[in-house]
């Protein structure tokens, strides 16, 4: 290069040469504002996990739950609409995802219910409109991803903006 061995950079986010890309990948979650959709569209979107797929396949599992969240997306139902055997299905989530298709699945689910709750929505109502069969499903995920209930997480949309501060900074 012209003017010695100074090679460009390439840029990285703000905040991500301080802290890593996970920590900015969680900042960035806490700060979304989702794009109000027109018309009678779910107003909600697909959860920020990284990166989308490469896979086809995969990529296209997420956009199959995030448009209808409450669909059967069981192993055979997924490969069935993918033309794909449920073993090369799940190798491939297994290889590019290290999940299985049950847990990735219920990880959109996750992510839409957190949203709907952020939204105003009951947990009745978020657990029913996000794919799980029952709240007691919904609070099961809940307790496991974040050690509290749906009600909790709730809280601070229902008390106001120095709680969900707060829910943020923990």
């Excluded at 061995?5 to 979650?29: I, K, N």
């Excluded at 504002?33 to 086809?56: C, D, E, I, W």
């Excluded at 409450?70 to 999940?99: I, K």
């Excluded at 709680?163 to 923990?170: A, D, I, T, V």
Aim: glycine share 8%.
């Amino acid at each position: 290069m012209p003017g010695g061995d100074v090679h460009p950079r390439t840029p990285v986010p703000r905040g991500q040469e301080d802290h890593g890309p996970d920590v900015s990948r969680e900042v960035a979650r806490s700060l979304v504002v989702y794009l109000q959709r027109a018309g009678g569209q779910s107003q909600f979107s697909a959860p920020l996990q990284g990166p989308p797929p490469r896979t086809p396949a995969l990529r296209r599992v997420v956009d199959l739950v995030t448009a209808d969240p409450a669909g059967d997306y069981s192993l055979a139902e997924l490969a069935r609409r993918l033309n794909v055997s449920t073993r090369h299905l799940t190798r491939l989530f297994r290889e590019e995802l290290g999940t299985t298709p049950a847990r990735y699945v219920e990880s959109i689910r996750f992510g839409i219910a957190k949203s709907l709750l952020d939204q105003g929505y009951t947990a009745t109502q978020t657990a029913a409109m996000s794919g799980f069969p029952s709240y007691k499903s919904l609070r099961r995920v809940f307790a496991r991803e974040l050690s509290l209930s749906p009600a909790v997480y709730l809280a601070p949309v229902r008390h106001g903006p120095a709680l969900g501060l707060q829910r943020c900074l923990s």
